[in-house]
Structures are given as structure tokens and as C-alpha cells.
């Protein structure tokens, strides 16, 4: 039997060490621990698939919170049925005690408690990633009734620029010294060429 964990966060600008701190002191060794940085809306993620591939009946697998497993509810719930049925392995959610397969009497009783729980912190999980997207697009759009303009930000050329891109365009700057002069590499140059050849030419 092996004790395996799983740690997520939305982006990649997020950090994984708080969850990644509590499996350690749980005494779970870092190559049984297994994290991604994407969005909980689905399963489709390469360190969660990697977990699967090597939890085995018998083995356990620590959580810190439940909606570091998803945040889709009708998801949870199937993923736990599939580990703790399926494979046959324990859940333990640090956060949540009573979310512990091993220690749960096998009886009706607290078999219906913890699929309360497990559906309650799911519906949760889920609702929560609702009303961030909620919050989200009133903002987008209270934002954009004041004139805020959103993506990429159009790059205002400067008159030295334009005069080096010109030149290559004209064929009396050769490309590399263009490219030197502005300080672009090849794919980076030719873009701002073909949008300079739409705005300017």
C-alpha cells in the first residue's frame, strides 16, 4: 500500500506550497506527490492523470481541501465513486476529517454522512467557481460602460522605429541590421513589419 497526494491551483502564477507543505507533514515523500496548475473545471490534467496511473486498491490518497480536486460538482462526486469504488483506494481531505474512507465505519450511517458532506463541500466547490465567474463578467462589464478597453494594449511605434522599419521596407536597411537597430528577434520583427506594412504603408 502506498500513500500518494494531489495539489492543485487555477494559474500558473499561483503557488502550490501551502498544500504541497501539508503533505510533507503529513510524511508523504515529494515524488508521491503529485500537482498541476489548471483550472478545476474538469479532469483533464497531466499530473492527476500521472496519479491515477499509479494509485493501486489499498493505497491512499491525501487532499488538503476538496476543491483542490475539481470545482465541478457532478464531477467530485464521480471521481470519488471511481477512486474509492473502482480502484478501491482510500480519500483522506485534510481540511475535512470526516472526509476519511479509512476510518469511517463501513455502515449505512456513516456512509450516508459522508456522501452528505462529500455532496455539500462539492456543491460548494462548484458554486464558489460560479459566483467567481459571476463577479467576473458584472466587472467586465461595468468596466467596459466606463471605456476600459481590454486584451492586448495596441504598441504605439516610435518615430526611430518607424524609420528603421521603413528603411527595411524601402530595401535600404538590410533585415539583420534591422533587426539589431530595434532589438527584435526574426518572428518578433516580421510581425511589427506586416502591422506597420498595414497601418503605415
Known sequence: MATYAYGRVSARDQNLQRQIAAFSAYGIPKNCIFTDKKSGKNFDRD???????????GDLLVLKSIDRLGRNYQQIIAEWAYITNTIGADILVLDMPLLDTRTQPNTLVNKFITDIVLQILSF?????????KARQA?????????????????REYSAEFLHVANGYIQQTIPSKLAMEKLGLRKDNFYYHIRRIRKLYV
Open 124 to 132: 460548494v466547490a462548484q458554486n464558489e467557481r460560479e459566483n467567481i
Open 47 to 57: 499530473g492527476y492523470q500521472r496519479l491515477l496511473k499509479k494509485l493501486k486498491s
Open 138 to 154: 458584472d466587472g467586465i462589464k461595468v468596466a467596459k460602460a466606463r471605456g476600459v478597453k481590454f486584451g492586448r494594449p495596441k
